[in-house]
């Protein structure tokens, strides 16, 4: 427990700076949804961050995220880019039970699209993992209704 205590609040913070949840459109083409067929909303997480969600168009069964990669732990020290492994994604139904995650195994990845998403309010965070297999506490939690 002492271990992930070690990773900072504004570890997490700077991991999710710009989170965004877009839409594809409904389409495979992997584009952006249009501001005619999304609506976009902003909350901000329990950390402060600001997070965006956007419902997208019917038919749209994926969540696009982006976030930026720490820069300090706990203590203020710096955290380089080669000091991070990756990053584990959890989602789920129950924003208290996100019982769904994607490992990313590189810390260069900033951009996640889960697909495939049953209809409903899905929930999402991000953890960091340092080299050494600190883990960082979730990130804010942010969310997509997919309308079926």
């Known amino acids: 427990m002492k271990r992930v205590n ?5 570890w997490i913070a700077a991991l999710f700076t ?3 949840l877009t839409g594809c459109g409904g389409g495979s083409s992997g584009g952006s949804a249009s501001s005619g067929d999304s609506v976009k909303t902003e909350s901000p997480a329990s950390d402060g961050t600001v997070v965006s969600s956007v419902v997208g168009a019917p038919g ?8 930026n990669a720490p820069m300090s732990r706990v203590n203020n020290e710096s955290l380089k880019m080669g000091e991070l492994a990756g990053y ?13 995650s ?8 900033m951009e996640y699209t889960v697909s ?12 960091a993992e340092d ?17 079926g």
Do not use: C, H
Request: proline share 3%.
């Open 6 to 10: 070690e990773m900072s609040k504004a």
């Open 18 to 20: 710009g989170i965004i």
């Open 60 to 67: 749209d069964r994926t969540a696009a995220l982006n976030w």
């Open 88 to 100: 584990v994604i959890s989602y789920g139904k129950d924003p208290a039970e996100m019982t769904e």
């Open 102 to 109: 994607i490992r990313i195994d590189s810390a260069a990845t």
């Open 116 to 127: 495939n998403l049953d209809s409903g309010t899905w929930y999402f965070t991000i953890q």
């Open 131 to 147: 080299v050494d297999g600190l883990i960082s506490e979730p990130a804010g939690i942010v969310s997509k209704q997919i309308r």
